[in-house]
């Protein structure tokens, strides 16, 4: 029977896990990988087959715990976007010198044009980095056929193989042919403490051994079906087409231009040797950084012509469009109509009734008598505080970051420095730099605006809703300067004391405005309602 | 034979509904298809498009190129002026004419209009004023895909229909036929 499923690229990869034999999903929401987790956590396969599937704290605790699932024999997928690879990487890097048991995929959504991210930092690097296999789907179908090939590499090769997405993909719809799960793995953990245990002795010989697997990880792509060499007329521009890249070539080159699709690394540099002598130049498609483009470049002579991203055939910056293909290919695509005249951005913005404003309001009045005052901002719906009408923060940086550039600032001479942070970014990264400002006694005022969700993605769990108070305490603050106020107009002129207070406190203060997510609340009651 | 369609509006309006439908559609109808959604950031009241393509034959881009589009269908006029530059020389727009307004720049309704107005094909109607009239004001979203209906072309109307029975099903009778009356007066209401 032919089992066809319109699906996202996201959930095309979750069923392609599923049915890959999955024994547990680890992850932590962020745009545009979220949709992998929220698919298996309502798929009733994942139900029957008990696959675990929690929003883990952050990233490095998800990769931590796939490798312990691999570690005990099964089949392990981590998701984040781009830049949780950043915080799991220590974990990334070093799974690759322990090896692996259970199949260990490590799914990263890269998000070229930064639709809603801060850096288009590409995740190819991170795979070269740790020296694993990389796999880059050009489609919805691609995604999840690459799946089970990804585990039964993972396990042939015994390394975490990294699945590389962009917002194109992940957030975009097509048909796709689902195949009959496979079996999950029975539990059977590792063996050899030898291979776990990264002391130096026991590091240098599995570092030499992931050296030495190169030689089978470069085989390997270079067989990869999902690698094709399509040669046409001889002589021209050749075509080096990675991920969705492909898509955009074939949309709009003519179909005897000669391309080398590339969804499996390491690149298959025979390919690119063959396709270089059919031609007499070569172009390299790539969404993200041109990671393919500088090898490509290195493998040639220095006299051979290869043009991409850093030689203005296509924009440096921002993701693929058939448009910006097209010029590369020496093609436009005319508009039949101007822009428009009568047009004005309409940027996103905090929802009407969201307790976020309410914090920005008290907070706005209470620093606007102090022109000294930073306030440090940090990642969530929250960040929208920077926009009018409360332009509001100061800086955003990196998950965590408020607590710990107020602490620095502080440490400066910087009075007052003021953090906001929502509840989800502060058990991700928070909790630890506001340890080192209780340990430093720094002067630091802490807003940790909880909407007991983590709203910005979708509202999914919240790891730390109502022990925040709890973690406080215990991480050493003390309990007078630790205050728990409720967000709403009603409220305004004690949490304006609290604040102004809490300023004036030369140490640490946690202050705590806690109310509902108004999305979240507001789905609940439909539920309720059904 | 492909249609390339733009769905615009603003966070909240319906418009990934619309696209749901018409999805659904082609896929009964043994279409291929890829529609491509803005999640995250934009749901916060901001702009949000979807790129829908049908076409008998393999569909490669997940993005509508420039100067290709059939179809423009939007729920606030100012985001359907925002993609005209994709639309072909042939293309309609189909817009809601009631603007949603969040920004303190908005631009002169007026103005809009005009702008609206000189394309060579366009629709436009007041489908939130059509909902509330008739007693079905959740539906206004509907009201538009019928007015788009007749220029999807690629799809018939029984098409359409069948396929928003089947996305409302689950959330029960009165549901499907509110959208099903909808889809239906802003069928009528675009005779040209």
Redesign the interface.
């Known amino acids: 029977m032919v089992n066809?499923l319109?699906l996202?690229g996201d959930e095309a990869v979750a069923q392609g896990a599923l049915d890959a034999g999955l024994s547990g999903v680890y992850a932590y929401p962020g745009?545009?990988s979220?949709?992998i987790t929220e698919y298996i956590q309502q798929h009733p396969l994942a139900r029957e087959r008990g696959v675990r599937s929690r929003w883990c704290t952050n990233e490095k605790t998800a990769m931590e715990a796939a490798l312990g699932m691999s570690y005990a024999g099964r089949r392990a997928l981590v998701c984040m976007k781009h830049v949780g690879m950043n915080v799991c990487a220590d974990a990334f890097v070093n799974a690759a010198v322990t090896g692996v048991n259970g199949g260990l995929v490590v799914l990263a959504a890269d998000d070229p044009s930064m639709?809603?991210s801060q850096n288009e930092q590409d995740s190819r690097f991170y795979g070269r980095f740790a020296m694993v296999p990389v796999l880059e789907p050009s489609s919805q179908q691609e995604a999840y056929d690459m799946m089970s090939d990804a585990f039964a590499l993972s396990e042939r090769l015994q390394l975490p193989v990294l699945m590389r997405i962009v917002t194109?993909?992940a957030?975009?719809?097509?048909?796709v042919q689902v195949d009959i799960a496979r079996a999950q793995n029975p539990l059977s953990p590792a063996a050899d403490r030898t291979h776990w245990v990264l002391l130096p002795g026991n590091a240098r010989r599995q570092y030499a051994a992931l050296v030495e697997k190169q030689a089978e990880i470069k085989r390997i792509a270079a067989a990869a079906t999902c690698n094709q060499l399509t040669l046409g007329r001889r002589g021209g521009v050749g075509i080096v087409a990675c991920g969705?890249g492909?898509?955009?070539v074939?949309?709009?080159a003519s179909a005897d231009v000669s391309v080398l699709k590339v969804s499996h690394y390491p690149l298959p540099e025979a390919s690119v040797r063959q396709l270089a002598a059919h031609c007499s130049e070569l172009l390299v498609v790539e969404d993200g950084q041109p990671v393919v483009e500088e090898q490509v470049r290195g493998l040639l002579p220095d006299d051979y012509p290869v043009c991409g991203r850093t030689t203005g055939h296509l924009p440096r910056t921002g993701e693929l469009?058939?448009?910006n293909v097209?010029h590369a290919l020496g093609k436009e695509?005319?508009?039949?109509?101007?822009?428009?005249?009568?047009?004005?951005?309409?940027?996103?913005?905090?929802?009407h009734g969201c307790g976020h404003r309410d914090v920005y309001e008290a907070l706005n009045q209470v620093v606007s008598q102090y022109p000294a005052a930073r306030v440090f901002g940090d990642i969530g719906?929250y960040t929208?505080g920077a926009l009018?009408p409360y332009q509001a923060i100061d800086t955003c940086v990196d998950m965590g970051a408020s607590i710990t550039m107020a602490k620095g600032a502080a440490d400066a001479g910087l009075h007052p420095a003021i953090a906001v942070i929502g509840d989800s970014t502060f058990t991700h990264s928070g909790m630890t730099g506001l340890l080192d400002a209780v340990n430093d006694q720094s002067p630091i005022t802490v807003i940790i605006s909880d909407n007991l969700t983590t709203a910005?993605?979708?509202g999914q769990d919240s790891a730390g809703t109502h022990k925040y108070e709890a973690i406080c305490l215990a991480l050493g603050v003390e309990r007078e300067h630790l205050h728990v106020v409720v967000p709403l107009p009603k409220n305004m002129e004690e949490i304006r004391r609290i604040i102004r207070q809490e300023i004036e406190y030369q140490g640490v203060s946690v202050i705590i405005p806690q109310r509902d997510c108004i999305q979240a609340y507001a789905r609940r009651n439909k539920q309720v309602a059904h | 034979m492909k249609k390339d369609i733009k769905l615009s509006g603003v966070g909240g309006q319906g418009i990934l509904s619309i696209a749901t439908v018409i999805g659904e559609a082609a896929t009964e109808a043994g279409l291929q298809l890829k529609q491509a959604e803005v999640h995250g950031m934009s749901q916060r009241g901001g702009d949000v498009q979807s790129d829908l393509r049908l076409s008998t034959e393999p569909i490669f881009s997940d993005q509508i190129a420039t100067g290709q589009a059939d179809l423009i269908i939007s729920m606030e006029p100012m985001e359907a002026l925002r993609y005209v530059s994709y639309l072909n020389r042939d293309g309609w727009a189909v817009t809601a004419s009631r603007p949603f307004i969040n920004i303190p720049d908005y631009p002169d309704e007026e103005a809009i209009r005009g702008e609206l107005s000189a394309l060579p094909h366009v629709a436009m109607l007041d489908i939130e004023a059509i909902a509330r009239e008739n007693h079905i004001p959740k539906s206004a979203n509907m009201v538009l895909l019928g007015m788009a209906a007749r220029y999807i072309g690629i799809l018939g109307a029984d098409q359409l229909r069948d396929a928003i029975r089947a996305v409302f099903c689950r959330k029960g009778e009165q549901v499907v036929s509110d959208n099903l009356k909808a889809f239906d007066l802003g069928l009528s209401a675009c005779t040209i």
């Open positions: 066809k319109l996202l745009t545009p979220t949709e639709h809603s194109r993909l957030h975009s719809r097509a048909a969705i492909y898509n955009y074939r949309e709009v469009t058939p448009d097209a695509n005319r508009r039949a109509f101007d822009k428009a005249v009568n047009v004005a951005a309409r940027p996103p913005q905090l929802c719906c929208l009018p910005m993605t979708g």
